[in-house]
């Protein structure tokens, strides 16, 4: 069965570091999502792409954050300056359509020190 | 715009039912129910697009109110292997995607 899978699946950063996130989503979808969930905390939308532009995204989704589909397959978040509560695990998904099922990566543990 | 979700925690036996709710102050356009296991992805479990509509399948299923305000997860007979956190995911445009506050359900044998 196709499946989003995100790299690395664990990243060490220093605080003030930028990061990228990257993300292969399921080939046929047409919608890509990034989630963030802070250890013990609900599932956190960021960002909506659809059509190599953002739909839409969250007030957590700031000048920090960007996205990006470089080539045909992959899927990027980009933060800069990292900061101490940017922590978190964060989801890659994708979906055929806007509000259709969303199917999500194994996520990337990002722990800024 | 988050929708609420009750009850936050609820330990079962095994064999035992429960029913998880989700709620929004405003209509949705659509509610979806995903499981998540401790360290994984959520995984997506049913969606439902429709006042009224019911669906489900094996012993789990949900139901969404007419004025699409409110959906519940029902779980039958539960087993083991369902436990985790429960979100429900709302959306009130299509694009932004919203997660509950989550339930987290333990089935003890």
């Known amino acids: 069965e196709p499946e989003v899978t995100q790299t690395p699946s664990h990243q060490v950063t220093q605080m003030g570091q930028e990061v990228i996130l990257r993300c292969v989503p399921i080939?046929?979808?047409?919608?890509f999502y990034w989630y963030r969930q802070i250890l013990g905390q609900k599932v956190e939308f960021l960002v909506s792409?659809?059509?190599?532009?953002?739909?839409?995204k969250s007030e957590i989704f700031d000048d920090q954050f960007s996205v990006e589909r470089p080539d045909g397959s992959n899927f990027t978040l980009k933060i800069r300056s990292t900061k101490l509560e940017d922590s978190a695990m964060y989801f890659c998904a994708s979906s055929e359509q806007g509000g259709q099922p969303q199917h999500f990566g194994d996520g990337t543990r990002l722990s800024i020190l | 715009q988050q929708p609420v979700q009750s009850p936050q925690a609820v330990i079962l036996r095994e064999g035992e039912d429960a029913v998880i709710n989700c709620s929004s102050s405003k209509a949705l356009y659509s509610v979806h129910w995903y499981r998540q296991k401790h360290g994984e992805a959520p995984v997506f479990l049913m969606i439902l697009l429709k006042g009224g509509e019911q669906k489900g399948h094996d012993k789990i299923s949900a139901s969404f109110n007419e004025k699409k305000q409110q959906s519940s997860l029902y779980l039958t007979a539960s087993q083991l292997s369902y436990s985790g956190t429960y979100f429900c995911?709302?959306?009130?445009?299509?694009?932004?995607?919203?997660f509950g506050t989550g339930t987290s359900l333990t089935v003890i044998p």
């Open positions: 792409f659809y059509n190599n532009e953002i739909s839409e």
């Open positions: 995911g709302t959306s009130y445009t299509g694009n932004q995607f919203y």
């Open positions: 080939s046929n979808h047409l919608y």
